[in-house]
């Protein structure tokens, strides 16, 4: 290991804060002016725009952005991007590289030196590089010597069980299976991904008590709700596609409430971008009633509005609830609503910090529905008590028969492009046994059972070295993960640490005694295998399966795809695998008749996912069917509300993303639909807690995070006054990411609470 200093966290400089008034609408001119600014400095013109017109298309290539799906009839040109999808090709194709002269000149601890803003516009790395022990430089290696080093390396451990394979949400479901089956095949389930600390909670909770642990609605299910609430998401930055479903629902007379510590901008009104009339002028009007609620709150506000309901229900029987549904199809009513008497409004009220009057509006509309959609993302996941957020909105849809009906049913809003799909295909440290017997039967081998390590877990193994090698399909597992420093030392105890990616970030710095980068081909460009040019699949937040097919040049000839990637560690590093790897990679319809021939749903998969548009999974809870759950009904849950207690001066933090990056992928400095314009690290806190802890705008602060007796350190934030509930504050993802406590996790779901993290602020 060089001695040189490696940094796992960005600088603590400040750039240079600057305001702009908060804009009352989202997308708009505005947004068509950002995403064309971008796509012309990191792509050129011409060509950014001919990749325009293929994003989000029938025949073209899926955008990496999110994972909104694409309407099922007409597409238009503009409609079917938005502002950050297009950033997030300009991302992807642009004109910078890293190559191996560019490594020769930077060193890795001066790298680490950057922000993850300036480490990301390095660009495209364009050849297989390594960094051998004791030095501080990558350089080139061929992709035999990289896959023999893995092969090497993984064929001397004790256990398979010492190796850990991450996967990023990115990844098509032809490399993904591909991915699951190597890392089976060699004996292990370590196949953690992004999902422990993103949606976990979701599939939790839904496959519980509903049998599926994925949404129900689909697209035009907006077109037929009569409300629909969205709870801890902000469409307008991360999946502005969804401003357009939720517009249909306004213009066919729906309502929409929202539930979130901030009045965010995107969901207050909008301007649509199909038609270029409305892109300038004030919008069209989103939220019908906003419910602030404290950090953490939802479950109480929740309580409230179903105690309400249910004196609702009491003094008019029959006409709030959907008794034939809950007779049907549901266990556990009694059993709830004797739990829902216990509580005392009043004593709920102090958990949300609404005023009681707009949850009574809220109430009210709710109880006149009968078809609704709850929405919901990070703002539900991320919390100790995040499972039980998700279980109580399930029990307002059962009383309301609100699932498997028409314009009605859940809908967690997925991130990642191919997150869903990459769970379908298998990635995921507790695959079911079904699934298991499937591979065995279709591969002659016998599949580990013991359950793998999820990102949490992975992290301790690394640290304590019972695991010694470390991959990741695409991601920033550094950056991405809870406890920076943490993190940073259980990859950098590791014998061989390997990412396999697009572009440079500050994972590929913080690394093992060895470490290899292996750069792939992007969403965006052209696949050509022996047999042709290939393209990939991926499945959507609502289990529509469609193709994905690139159309640029790759950018450099060294590139190889993932699934080429992982034949060849496949390859390498099993000893009797009698499966031809390279066979597969020649045509990908190959690898699509093994999913075919393991995963239910993907029967004829080669013909449906050529026909446009893609094909639908089968899901049960969309079909009101609920046999999948253990008690073969939709099931009513008993849940606690939050059990936080603040010290005096403690703040609840948030971390959230600007509406200028991606994850870890730093698009640029500023945060728009905030008003905050060239800075990153800002604490936006209530003036009152403000004014009572002495703070004034702008004040330089540490923040320190306080978990069991552990304290942790973020130094040089700029305090922000903002519209946010008293003792809630909000800074952003990866920069607080090191006061994120590594066992801090939501039960059950074991995803770190980013989005609870208790917090002191002090001045500098
Ligand atoms: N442009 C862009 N698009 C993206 C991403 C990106 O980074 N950039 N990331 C992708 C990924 S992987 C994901 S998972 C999604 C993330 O999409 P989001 O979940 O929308 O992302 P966050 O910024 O984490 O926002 C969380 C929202 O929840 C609110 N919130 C926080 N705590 C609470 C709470 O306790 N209760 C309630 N009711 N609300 C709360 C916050 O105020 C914020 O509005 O977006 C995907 N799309
Ligand atoms: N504090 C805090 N932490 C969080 C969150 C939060 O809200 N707060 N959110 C969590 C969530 S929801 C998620 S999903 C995770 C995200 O965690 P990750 O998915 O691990 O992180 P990303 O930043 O999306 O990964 C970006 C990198 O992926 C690589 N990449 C991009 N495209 C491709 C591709 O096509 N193929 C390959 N092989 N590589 C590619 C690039 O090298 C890029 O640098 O972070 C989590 N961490
Ligand atoms: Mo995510």
Same mark, same amino acid.
Request: charged fraction near 20%; hydrophobic fraction near 25%.
């Given at each position: 290991m060089s001695t040189k200093k490696i940094h796992?966290?960005?600088?603590?400089?400040?750039?240079g804060i600057e305001f702009k008034k908060i804009p009352s609408?989202?997308?708009?001119y505005k947004a068509i002016k950002s995403a064309i600014t971008h796509i012309k400095e990191e792509v050129g013109l011409v060509k950014g725009i001919g990749l325009l017109a293929k994003l989000?298309?029938?025949?073209g290539f899926d955008c990496p952005g999110c994972a909104w799906p694409d309407p099922d009839e007409k597409r238009a040109f503009l409609a079917e991007y938005c502002e950050n999808g297009a950033k997030a090709v300009a991302e992807e194709a642009t004109k910078n590289r890293v190559s191996p002269l560019f490594f020769a000149t930077h060193s890795i601890s001066k790298l680490s030196e950057l922000s993850d803003y300036e480490i990301g516009k390095k660009g495209r790395i364009t050849h297989p590089v390594v960094v051998y022990e004791g030095r501080d430089h990558y350089e080139e290696i061929s992709w035999e010597d990289a896959f023999n080093m893995i092969g090497k390396e993984l064929k001397s451990l004790?256990?398979?069980?010492?190796a850990i394979f991450y996967t990023s949400g990115r990844t098509s479901n032809e490399a993904a299976f591909l991915y699951q089956l190597f890392v089976r095949k060699f004996g $292990? #389930?370590?196949?953690?991904?992004?999902s422990n600390m993103c949606h976990e909670s979701s599939g939790t909770a839904l496959t519980e008590t509903?049998?599926?642990?994925?949404?129900?609605?689909?697209?035009?299910?907006f077109n037929h709700a009569e409300l629909v609430i969205v709870m801890g998401?902000?469409?307008? $930055? #991360?999946?502005?596609?969804m401003l357009s479903a939720l517009g249909e629902t306004k213009k066919r007379g729906g309502k929409i409430i929202t539930i979130n510590p901030l009045p965010e901008v995107g969901l207050m009104r909008y301007n649509d971008p199909q038609n270029p009339i409305k892109w300038?002028?004030?919008?069209q009007k989103l939220t019908?009633?906003?419910?602030?609620?404290?950090?953490?709150?939802d479950v109480a506000l929740l309580k409230i509005i179903l105690k309400l309901l249910w004196q609702k229900e009491q003094e008019t029987p029959g006409a709030i609830f959907d008794h034939e549904f809950i007779k049907t199809n549901t266990t556990g009513y009694e059993d709830f609503i004797t739990d829902v008497e216990t509580y005392s409004i009043e004593k709920l009220i102090p958990q949300t910090g609404i005023d009681f009057k707009i949850i009574e509006e809220a109430a009210t509309l709710i109880a006149q529905k009968k078809k609704i959609i709850i929405c919901w993302a990070m703002g539900l996941t991320q919390h100790k008590n995040s499972v039980d957020n998700i279980r109580e909105l399930v029990n307002l849809l059962l009383l309301k028969g609100s699932?498997?009906?028409?314009?009605?049913g859940t809908c967690p809003v997925r991130g990642h492009s191919n997150v869903q799909g990459d769970r379908t295909m298998?990635?995921?440290?507790?695959?079911?046994e079904d699934f298991l017997d499937n591979l065995e039967k279709e591969f002659n081998f016998k599949a580990p059972r013991n359950h793998g390590y999820d990102v949490v877990d992975a992290i301790e193994a690394m640290h304590q070295r019972k695991a010694r090698v470390f991959i990741g399909m695409g991601g920033n597992f550094l950056s991405a993960s809870p406890d920076t420093e943490y993190t940073a030392k259980a990859l950098q105890n590791c014998d061989l640490t390997v990412h396999v990616s697009t572009k440079l970030n500050r994972s590929h710095l913080i690394h093992g005694k060895k470490a290899l980068i292996l750069p792939c081909l992007g969403r965006s460009e052209k696949d050509v295998q022996e047999k042709g040019i290939q393209f990939v699949s991926v499945e959507n937040s609502m289990g529509v399966v469609h193709a994905s097919s690139g159309h640029l040049a790759?950018?450099?000839?060294s590139l190889l795809s993932e699934p080429a990637i992982v034949a060849g560690m496949a390859k390498a590093s099993l000893?009797?695998?009698?499966?031809?790897w390279a066979e597969l990679i020649k045509d990908y319809d190959g690898i699509r008749d093994k999913i075919e021939a393991t995963i239910?749903?993907?029967?004829n998969y080669n013909n449906r996912v050529r026909e446009k548009g893609g094909f639908y999974l089968p899901n049960t809870a969309r079909n009101k069917?609920?046999?999948?759950t253990l008690t073969g009904k939709a099931n009513f849950t008993i849940n606690a509300v939050s059990d936080i207690v603040l010290q005096k001066n403690q703040l609840i933090m948030m971390t959230i993303r600007t509406h200028d990056q991606y994850n870890t992928t730093i698009?640029?400095?500023?945060?728009r639909y905030r008003g905050?314009?060239?800075?990153?690290?800002v604490i936006f806190m209530n003036p009152t807690d403000m004014k009572e802890q002495g703070l004034e705008k702008l004040d330089t602060v540490d923040l320190i995070s306080h978990f069991n007796q552990e304290q942790r350190i973020a130094k040089s934030f700029l305090v922000i006054p903002y519209s946010i509930p008293k003792q809630c504050s909000a800074t952003y993802f990866p920069e607080a990411?090191?006061?994120?406590?590594?066992?801090?996790k939501a039960r059950?779901?074991?995803?770190?609470?980013s989005k609870t993290i208790i917090i002191t602020v002090h001045k500098k």
């Open positions: 796992a966290q960005p600088p603590e400089k400040l750039t609408s989202a997308v708009g989000n298309q029938k025949n004790t256990s398979p069980d010492e $292990t #389930n370590n196949l953690p991904d992004c509903l049998g599926i642990g994925k949404g129900s609605v689909t697209l035009d299910d998401q902000n469409p307008g $930055t #991360n999946h502005p596609r300038i002028g004030k919008g019908d009633v906003f419910l602030q609620v404290k950090i953490n709150g699932i498997g009906k028409q314009g009605a298998g990635i995921w440290e507790k695959p079911k790759p950018l450099s000839e000893s009797n695998t009698t499966l031809n239910p749903g993907f029967e069917d609920f046999s999948p698009y640029g400095l500023d945060d905050i314009i060239n800075e990153r690290r990411n090191v006061l994120v406590p590594l066992q801090s059950i779901s074991n995803t770190p609470t």
